[in-house]
């Protein structure tokens, strides 16, 4: 439902509305901030498989995936195991 939304509008923004925030909250236990209702930032990064690597729950504005450390941690996930 939110990956058609956010297809059909082209942005996440616009996806949040407070049923989406109810149905992640109920799908995955997402942050929802109460007044006004809106969800909380979630980050994920998956492998190649589909598998998640990392996943982050913020509530305002602190803990959330940047740019550089996603990049960081592909980096380090692709670099050869130290001997």
């Known amino acids: 439902m939110v990956v ?3 297809a059909r509008r082209r942005s996440w923004a616009r996806a949040s509305s407070s049923a ?3 149905a992640l909250h109920d ?4 942050f929802v901030h109460a007044k006004p209702k ?3 930032s979630i980050g994920f990064v998956l492998d190649p498989a589909g598998r998640v690597l ?6 305002n504005a602190i803990g959330r995936l940047v740019p550089d ?9 692709r670099a050869p195991a130290a001997a």
């Open 20 to 22: 989406v925030s109810d």
């Open 54 to 59: 990392v996943s982050v729950y913020s509530s």
């Open 4 to 6: 058609a939304t956010v």
């Open 38 to 40: 809106y969800l909380e």
């Open 27 to 30: 799908a995955q236990d997402a």
């Open 69 to 77: 450390d996603v990049a960081g941690l592909i980096a380090y996930v």
